[in-house]
């Protein structure tokens, strides 16, 4: 690290030099412009003048199916704001392809289509969206999906099973959404800044987003299940339903304690929320032996069922552990 002393001009003007190797590597001589970033205790000097929106091209002549909607998607998350898709002709094969992109991302449309090329655009200014809400609402939707999906299984009801599964495609556009939002705080120095938050609480939030996508999966997983399943035994509910109070317990605390302001309430609830896991497996070891005594077919899916609650709660014992990272003291 190299450090420079700060020098008064003119009475009222602070002033530091820049180590000369690093300007003649950025090409920055006299009359060049930089950019000042105040990051609070930090200050950001870059070359980069970030006006306008990103454009990317993509060449999709090989590209079809699942493997071109991956390719848009991952573009979007990389951050370009306008995506470009090029070939000699483009068949309808991979504009359905495109299309089921689109609509797996929020805020983007197509802004163009020819014979040969496809332009897509964001429409959303990501500085302007809140990874905070967008956290808060994917907990909200992931919360309620276990809870239908449960309900699936017990009332044998095939038609909220695949609610359930549907509701899964806004969980993954929001993650998809908090995935970029995080990319770009990586990227651009004035990202952090531009949605108030640091860049530490946006990687805890992404975090975040991530065990609840996964939670949503299960969520969809179980309602799968369920369509496989007929009459439960009274005894197999009740314990399900009591597991499944448990894990929300531990979800719900875990998000409470990362979204808690003051850092010892914070740690408090967390640390409550992790204890919580603990007693999981008191529940599974219950349901384990109501088991044995159904069908190998119908227990090998109620097994898998009690598999999907219980790596739900781990994911929200890692949301717990993501807050005391969070609210711990900071160096």
């Given at each position: 690290?190299?450090?420079?002393?700060?020098?008064?001009?003119?009475?009222?003007?602070?002033?530091?030099?820049?180590?000369?190797?690093?300007?003649?590597?950025n090409g920055i001589g006299a009359g060049s412009t930089l950019s000042f970033v105040d990051n609070g205790e930090?200050?950001?000097?870059?070359?980069?003048?970030?006006?306008?929106?990103?454009?990317?091209?993509?060449?999709?002549?090989?590209?079809?199916?699942?493997?071109?909607?991956?390719?848009?998607?991952?573009?979007?998350?990389?951050?370009?704001?306008?995506?470009?898709?090029?070939?000699?002709?483009?068949?309808?094969?991979?504009?359905?392809?495109?299309?089921?992109?689109?609509?797996?991302?929020?805020?983007?449309?197509?802004?163009?289509?020819?014979?040969?090329?496809?332009?897509?655009?964001?429409?959303?200014?990501?500085?302007?969206?809140?990874?905070?809400?967008?956290?808060?609402?994917?907990?909200?939707?992931?919360?309620?999906?276990?809870?239908?999906?449960?309900?699936?299984?017990?009332?044998?009801?095939?038609?909220?099973?695949?609610?359930?599964?549907?509701?899964?495609?806004?969980?993954?556009?929001?993650?998809?959404?908090?995935?970029?939002?995080?990319?770009?705080?990586?990227?651009?120095?004035?990202?952090?800044?531009?949605?108030?938050?640091?860049?530490?609480?946006?990687?805890?939030?992404?975090?975040?987003?991530?065990?609840?996508?996964?939670?949503?999966?299960?969520?969809?997983?179980?309602?799968?299940?369920?369509?496989?399943?007929?009459?439960?035994?009274?005894?197999?509910?009740?314990?399900?339903?009591?597991?499944?109070?448990?894990?929300?317990?531990?979800?719900?605390?875990?998000?409470?304690?990362?979204?808690?302001n003051d850092s010892d309430r914070s740690s408090q609830l967390a640390h409550q929320s992790r204890a919580k896991?603990?007693?999981?497996?008191?529940?599974?070891?219950?349901?384990?032996?109501?088991?044995?005594?159904?069908?190998?077919?119908?227990?090998?899916?109620?097994?898998?069922?009690?598999?999907?609650?219980?790596?739900?709660?781990?994911?929200?014992?890692?949301?717990?552990?993501?807050?005391?990272?969070?609210?711990?003291?900071?160096?």
């Open positions: 690290m190299e450090t420079r002393k700060v020098q008064l001009t003119g009475g009222s003007t602070f002033t530091v030099s820049l180590p000369k190797e690093w300007a003649m590597r930090t200050l950001t000097v870059t070359t980069r003048q970030e006006e306008g929106r990103s454009h990317g091209e993509l060449d999709i002549s090989d590209l079809t199916g699942d493997h071109l909607t991956r390719s848009v998607m991952t573009m979007y998350v990389s951050g370009f704001d306008v995506i470009t898709l090029k070939s000699d002709r483009i068949s309808a094969t991979q504009r359905q392809a495109i299309r089921t992109a689109t609509q797996n991302l929020i805020g983007v449309e197509v802004l163009e289509e020819t014979a040969d090329r496809v332009v897509i655009q964001d429409l959303l200014d990501s500085s302007e969206l809140s990874v905070t809400n967008a956290v808060e609402r994917m907990h909200l939707i992931a919360d309620s999906m276990l809870a239908d999906a449960l309900s699936a299984v017990i009332e044998n009801n095939d038609d909220l099973a695949n609610d359930v599964i549907e509701r899964d495609d806004d969980v993954d556009r929001l993650w998809l959404v908090v995935s970029r939002i995080f990319r770009g705080t990586l990227r651009s120095p004035t990202a952090s800044p531009d949605l108030g938050i640091s860049r530490e609480d946006c990687f805890d939030y992404h975090s975040t987003a991530r065990q609840l996508e996964r939670i949503g999966d299960h969520a969809a997983k179980i309602s799968n299940l369920s369509k496989k399943l007929e009459d439960i035994p009274q005894p197999v509910i009740e314990s399900l339903q009591t597991f499944h109070e448990a894990v929300v317990e531990v979800v719900s605390g875990a998000i409470e304690a990362l979204l808690e896991v603990l007693e999981i497996d008191e529940y599974t070891r219950e349901i384990d032996q109501l088991l044995r005594e159904l069908d190998p077919h119908e227990a090998q899916s109620l097994g898998l069922i009690v598999d999907s609650l219980s790596r739900s709660a781990d994911y929200g014992g890692n949301i717990a552990e993501t807050a005391l990272q969070k609210a711990a003291p900071r160096p």
